[in-house]
């Protein structure tokens, strides 16, 4: 933040001149009224002249001061010490003189010197409310804006001028949350700090994202002002939505690269000894027809069809083991928790997708799973049913999601408000590499069936032509351990 | 004796896709030799017969593709068929651009491979056959004293007798002599084959 220049002296010291003007003028009237009453009373001037340097040093300052201490003095030796009407004195007058000489002198010193500390403290806050890296706002007991600095000016967009006694509720509260705003309120008036992360309104209408801690501040035993310091966290915040979806996608791109390379890995495995046997299978068929036709070499062809063909077998049998067996953590596990923590993961996405999500988590008997690759199975239903409702581009997106358990089985079901699923698509979403997406692969169902028929459950489509369901059933621990 | 027969060449580093395309290869009474790799197939003396490449995209050390180049490189003219186990169109692009007969994604119609494999013969034969022409008349043009070489580029510009014998200062009747040795020993059957010939031998009109 750059550093302004504050005024090193408050305005109300106003000019040298002035000062000792009313230094001046001060003791003309002290002395005024001490002539006048001087017949009456004998001492009353010292009562005079002594406020009179009082409030010259409190206002005027150590110089005008000590100037009115002086003339005072003169004054008070002229008028009113014998000899009367001479600038002499009598040896009785002069501690007299003295005496009160050095009253008015530290009577003028003590009030300057005290009022000068004051003013000192003074500037130091008006430094330090300006130059605050917060923004800053006082408010009083019916909100109405006492007092803003820069750092407020620069996020809100209002000079102190234009905010200075309206009501700061209606100024930057967005009219939604009106409501908290009131309740924050509420508490301060008890005395209670609120510390939150709110949003706040621009003086051009717009939305700022603000942490806002304010500070309840009882003047004078009764009154209270608040105090609200505000700062801008919509940098924070995008940074922490960015982080938070780039994770999303990195999730995503690993799952669908995993796929991608699996399927690379297959197709090139498997393809090598199929495009083998149909090679072998057409030069049989041409050994055949052959006029004679050359059985040693049809038969050893077949032998080769057979060899290539178990082959490829093979390979798909090592697949499946390697999927299988090789990476399952088999565990107790609550399937909410897999679910919620899916739901976080995906948060970004759901924002996205401006899909509003309603769960209604029964409390579930735990189920004997791979986190994991129950996870990716609810990362596979959420993700589809988002896609499926910004394919339908209606109003209101809803994903909810239920689990119940009954009859030893935990039921979770996916319902969304998308495109849904005809009965000739049902029979065929979990068929391998089919999908409706333009940049699917087709094997998140796919995947997702032999995860869940894995772990000794079942994972339907219902069709539905307003928005899909889908459902998994899931063994309970114990009922499965029976049943094996 | 010497071999005659067109002989088809193999390099595919999976033994049984190599075993059933020889297979097939064989089954309609073509020769065949396969190879598990590029440097297999280099050592090999390759027989001076008609031949075609079937080349896999995907070998062990070295691309198909990088092995195509190789080939040109050394001065090896075979037609070459890529078989590959999943092309993409880019690949195709390059193999083709650099010359392949066809690029087959396995696993292919044998038809296309055996048509593909005809077509690469016919065009290895007729390069053989221009190959051999060119040596020929290369020998027949050996035969030529420095005059009648002189001549040819004069005559195949299609100069009257007379204009060439001015342009060498002698008589036309010398002309008509030299004239009809050159035809006989290059062996052209008129002027316009003549003229052929001296195109295939780079030989340009003189002025």
Known sequence: MQLREIRAEPRFYGHVLFRYGMALGLVVIALSLSLLLHPYVSDAFIVFFLAAVMIVGWFGRTGPGLFSVAISTLAVDYFFIVPRHAFVM????????????????????LASTRKQAEDKQRV???????????????????????????????????????????????????????DEALASRTRLSLGESVSM????????????????????????????????????????????EALQRAHAELVHLSRVTTVGELVTSIAHEVNQPIAAVVTNGNAASRWLAQHPPNLDEARDALENIVRDATRAGDVIGRIRTMVQK????????????????????????????EVRVSTDLGKLPSVIGDRVQLQ?????????????????????????????????????????????????????????????????????????????????????????????????????AGESDEAN | MKRTEPLVFVIDDDQSVRTAVKSLIRSVGLEVESFASGPEFLQYARPDVPSCLVLD????????????????RQ????PVIFITAHGDIPMSVRAMKAGAVEFLTKPFRDQDLLDAIQTSLNRDRERRRQESEISELKVRFETLTTRERELLAL?????????????????????????????????????????????????????
């Not at chain 1, 917060?134 to 009083?140: G, H």
């Not at chain 1, 007991?141 to 000079?159: K, L, M, P, W």
């Not at chain 2, 995209?57 to 040109?72: M, T, Y």
């Open chain 1, 90 to 109: 009598e040896v009785e007058g002069i501690p007299y003189f003295f005496s009160f000489l050095l009253s008015a002198g530290c009577a003028s010193l």
């Open chain 1, 124 to 178: 130091h806050f008006d430094k330090l409310f300006e130059q605050s890296p917060e923004a800053i706002m006082l408010v009083d007991a019916r909100d109405r804006v006492q007092r803003v600095n820069e750092e407020f000016s620069r996020i809100f967009g209002y000079t102190s001028n234009e905010i200075v006694d309206g009501v700061s509720l209606s100024f930057i509260v967005p009219p939604y949350l009106h």
């Open chain 1, 197 to 240: 992360e709110t949003v706040r309104m621009r003086k051009d209408g717009s939305v700022v994202q603000v942490s806002e801690i304010a500070v309840p501040v009882a003047i004078g035993g009764e009154r209270m002002s608040y105090y609200y310091i505000f700062r801008d966290i919509t940098e924070n915040k995008r940074a922490a």
């Open chain 1, 326 to 353: 090789g990476t399952a953590h088999m565990e107790p596990l609550d399937c909410n928790e897999v679910i919620r923590s899916v739901l976080n993961l995906l948060d970004a996405e759901i924002r996205r997708g």
């Open chain 1, 376 to 476: 990716q199975v609810m990362l596979n239903l959420i993700i589809n049913a988002i896609d499926a409702m910004s394919a339908a581009n209606r109003h209101a997106n809803i994903l909810s999601i239920l689990s119940s358990s009954d009859e030893g089985f935990v039921r979770v079901q996916v319902h969304d408000t998308g495109i849904g699923i005809t009965t000739e698509l049902a029979s065929r979403i979990f068929n391998p590499f089919f999908t409706t997406k333009p940049d699917g692969i087709g094997m998140g169902l796919t995947i997702s069936r032999s995860i869940i028929e894995s772990h000794g459950g079942r994972l339907w489509a219902v069709p539905n032509e307003t928005g899909s369901v889908l459902s998994f059933t899931l063994p309970v």
């Open chain 2, 57 to 72: 995209v995907r070998l062990p050390g070295i691309s198909g593709l990088d092995f195509q180049k190789e080939l040109a």
């Open chain 2, 75 to 78: 001065g090896i003219h075979l």
């Open chain 2, 155 to 207: 005559v195949i510009s299609g100069k009257p007798n007379k204009q060439i014998a001015d342009v060498i200062g002698t008589s036309e009747v010398t002309v008509k002599v030299h004239r009809a040795n050159l035809t006989r020993k290059m062996r052209a059957e008129s002027l316009a084959d003549l003229v052929r010939m001296a195109g295939r031998l780079n030989i340009a009109p003189k002025a």
